[in-house]
């Protein structure tokens, strides 16, 4: 027998608000704009700078200028005494740090380059966002990186080359895995970033004057749109879509290979790899939610490109990724849990109820609880500010998980006499650099650059309709390539 | 007899592909015709023959250069050094794998993105056809066609829905 809505009111309510979810104005895809009238939003989204805007950029600058360049060329000046890491914690803040960013970059090419290949509609409007984070996550991986390094002048010893004192780098070590690894993720993830966006950059050159003019001119390398070049672009772009998903895997995987290789109680899990991966997932997937809800609530014209429904489908991807992380957690954890090594007892033993405790539990509450309880409601996680509270608290606990990892984990080894907790010192500045440098880069670039690839929306736009089945309208997508 | 290249604007992709259809009909050749769009539309929608495109083949090139180069650094430097590790012969495989991998990849998209510039011919500032237009969305066609007939063109194409339709101009971009 039919459920009938006069029997079952709420069904009827059900029905209503299934219809309001169906309204195809609420997708991007399926409200078109005029192409003109969307470069213009995107240009003015650029081009207007509120006073709001430059307290902050100042605030930031200042943050920059004092703890990050004063702090590390005072941590240079004086050697590395001035930082908290010692025997037995000599990986602190900076590698938490490394860790953390490289995971923030994941992002970006999680988001540009699988969804791509599997032609997720939802990802056009914010790639471009996305991939930004990739490549300043990354420069604030490899400063930590440098930062730990102490001698930093002395970085080119990492390079092979003929020198009399015989110093030569050994290929054959995951420190220097991390080197190529990161080298070809950078670059690779930066050239990604670039190829979507000459498009973008010829647009804003039509419409620009000035300085600005000269800028885009030069960078947008005289892009005018011909078969030609579309076709070489987009052979590019497939290219890069399919080859930087492994090159992004192998990053974080090698990471953590910096950790398994020892053999230290807590580190030597073969599980290390995957759980790496999508705990970067985790933190760079929370990160994205932030950057969006950022965008737009600031930047002019941003809610007509990021709408409830990228929040959806964001809050949807990080409770599945949160559930993958629990998993792979579960998975590092059972088995050390249950091999009965003594000294991998005694770490255990010690995150969950030595002094930093507190942090293990936030870690576990933040990173599985909270998206677990909100993110399987539609209506709570396509609502932005609440996602992004989320996005943030995620990445609390994935700083913390790193955290946990690193320093704190340290303190546990098979030499009891030297068992010693880390306490940051002028880590803490140069970690408070890293994030308001992080910051201070979008800022930059959301006044250089359009942050929404306009060229992508639209051929999105072109793409949808809607087809009627049966009584009711579907959107449907037509595949161009 | 002279020839000069017009330029048409289109707003849609339809009348595009009829306009270039009617060219064709008229006598002009794919490769005497010349499209710009805002957006990647493809060849197929609009008549045209598939493009060529080397970057595939570069990007294959650049795969081959980081493969040899990755083992270089994994079997030829221990030739020029051996940095002895304890437990590993001086070739291992494992470690080599790894090393090969990344140093494929990165020469991969180097040689991709070197690619597109030497496809596309950039950084290209010289004046060349073109009309802001195009990047609202737009369809410029233009091609060459012989001085005296440039009327009957203009006609077929403001029939066949072009916006405007002028002599192509070089501009710097």
Known sequence: ?481 | MSETTLLALFEDIDPAADAIEKLHEMGVTDEQINVISGVPVMERMLGRPLQWTNVSRIALGGAVAGFLFGAFLNWGTPMLYNVPVGGQSTFPVPPGLILLFEMTMLFMLLATFLGVFLESYFPNYRPLEYVPEVSDGKIAIFFKCPQDEQEKFIEALSESGAESIGPAEARQL
Request: proline share 5%; glycine share 6%.
């Open chain 1, 1 to 481: 027998m039919a459920v009938s809505s006069k029997y079952f009111p709420w069904a009827k309510k059900a029905q209503e608000t299934h219809h309001n979810d169906h309204d195809p104005r609420q997708h991007l895809m399926l409200d078109p704009k005029p192409r003109g009238e969307m470069n213009q939003m995107v240009m003015e989204s650029m081009y207007t700078t509120s006073w709001k805007f430059w307290v902050v950029f100042g605030i930031l600058s200042i943050l920059v200028a004092l703890c990050f360049f004063y702090a590390w060329g005072y941590m240079i000046a004086e050697g590395l005494g001035v930082a908290g890491v010692n025997r037995p914690s000599f990986w602190g803040i900076f590698l938490v740090n490394t860790v953390f960013w490289i995971g923030i970059s994941h992002a970006g090419t999680f988001i540009s380059a699988i969804l791509r290949v599997f032609k997720s509609e939802f990802r056009r409007p914010f790639t471009r966002a996305a991939e930004l984070m990739t490549t300043f996550g990354l420069i604030q991986a490899g400063a930590s990186i440098f930062m730990h390094l102490g001698r930093v002048w002395l970085a080119y010893w990492l390079f092979p080359y003929p020198n009399e004192r015989q110093l030569w780098p050994n290929f054959h070590s995951p420190l220097m895995w991390d080197l190529l690894a990161i080298t070809t993720y950078v670059l690779g993830s930066t050239m990604y970033l670039f190829l979507p966006l000459i498009p973008d950059l010829a647009m804003a050159r039509d419409r620009s004057t000035g300085w600005r003019k000269t800028f885009f001119k030069t960078i947008a390398l005289g892009f005018r749109g011909t078969e030609g070049e579309w076709t070489h672009l987009r052979t590019a772009m497939n290219i890069f879509a399919f080859a930087i998903i492994p090159v992004m895997f192998s990053v974080h995987t090698i990471v953590s290979w910096d950790f398994v290789m020892a053999t230290r109680p807590g580190w030597s899990s073969t599980v290390f790899g995957p759980y790496f991966v999508i705990g970067a997932l985790h933190s760079g997937m929370g990160a994205v939610a932030i950057v969006l809800f950022i965008m737009r609530a600031t930047m002019k014209h941003m809610d007509y490109f990021i709408r409830a429904e990228h929040f959806e489908a964001i809050g949807k991807l990080m409770l599945i990724i949160s559930m993958g992380w629990a998993y792979f957690f579960f998975n590092d954890y059972i088995v050390q849990w249950y091999g009965g090594d003594k000294w991998t007892d005694t770490l255990l033993h010690w995150h969950e109820s030595g002094p930093m405790s507190w942090m293990f539990f936030t870690m576990l509450i933040v990173n599985i609880a909270v998206p677990w309880l909100i993110l399987w409601n539609k209506k709570w996680r396509s609502t932005p500010w609440l996602l992004a509270s989320v996005g943030l608290l995620i990445n609390v606990g994935m700083w913390f998980e790193r955290y946990i990892i690193i320093p704190v984990s340290l303190t546990i080894n098979r030499m009891p006499f030297t068992w010693k907790l880390y306490f940051p010192r002028i880590e803490i500045f140069l970690t408070i650099g890293t994030f308001s440098m992080f910051l201070l880069f979008y800022m930059i670039a959301s006044r250089l650059i359009p942050l929404v690839p306009v060229w992508e929306v639209q051929e999105g736009q072109m793409a949808h309709s809607m087809r009627k089945v049966g009584k009711t309208q579907v959107p449907s997508v037509s595949e161009f390539e």
